[in-house]
T-cell receptor, first 116, second 113 residues
């Protein structure tokens, strides 16, 4: 499978614990995005990387959230001191190309986080 | 504040029916509008629209954009049970990161046999 892959698919944690998610984008894609989706809502932009550089962060991304893409390939999203409000689907996406091609995002299947 | 509004939020039809899903937007420096289909988890790309009045078509699905009235429609003809999904509309802006899509809440389509 050469699509965007995310791990784990599901994560249940207790409030206050730290969690880390991984995303492997499509190999030739230089842009990588993280989105969050809650029930009944569309995905909300969190942050994006071009190669290893994190170029934009949403105001939704509090200080407890950190994302990295150390070698411009896979990315990790860490949430520290989880809260019940962090429960959501965390989607990763990637894109490649110039101009409008950059906006055609390919999404992974997401990591469903449940904070108890 | 930029926003994307989809209607209806949910829709139940029978196989063979034709459906029209609506997406209206208010966004500064509009650049493009995209439609995605979300069946279980991963949204999958359907169309990208950048110019008014040019219909994009793929099989039984088609979409068109009206940049004057700030809306788009997604048509599905001869619906099948496999069309059951959430259909998401998103817009992008000039001046923002090109992958910062602003999504609507989606339309949940259920196609009954």
């Amino acid at each position: 499978d050469t699509g965007v892959s995310q791990d784990p698919r599901h994560k249940i944690t207790k409030r206050g614990q730290n969690v880390t998610f991984r995303c492997d984008p499509i190999s030739e894609h230089n842009r990588l995005y993280w989105y969050r989706q809650t029930l009944g809502q569309g995905p909300e932009f969190l942050t994006y990387f071009q190669n290893e550089a994190q170029l934009e962060k949403s105001r939704l991304l509090s200080d407890r959230f950190s994302a990295e893409r150390p070698k411009g390939s896979f990315s990790t999203l860490e949430i520290q001191r989880t809260e019940q409000g962090d429960s959501a689907m965390y989607l990763c996406a990637s894109s490649h190309g110039q101009g409008f091609s950059n906006e055609k995002l390919f999404f992974g299947s997401g990591t469903q986080l449940s904070v108890l | 504040e930029d926003k994307v509004v989809q209607s209806p939020l949910s829709l139940v039809v029978h196989e063979g029916d034709t459906v029209t899903l609506n997406c209206s937007y208010e966004v500064t420096n509009f650049r493009s509008l995209l439609w995605y289909k979300q069946e279980k988890k991963a949204p999958t790309f359907l169309f990208m629209l950048t110019s008014s009045g040019i219909e994009k078509k793929s099989g039984r699905l088609s979409s068109i954009l009206d940049k004057k009235e700030l809306f788009s429609i997604l048509n599905i003809t001869a619906t099948q049970t496999g069309d059951s999904a959430i259909y998401l509309c998103a817009v992008t802006r000039y001046g923002g990161s090109q992958g910062n899509l602003i999504f609507g809440k989606g339309t949940k389509l259920s196609v009954k046999p």
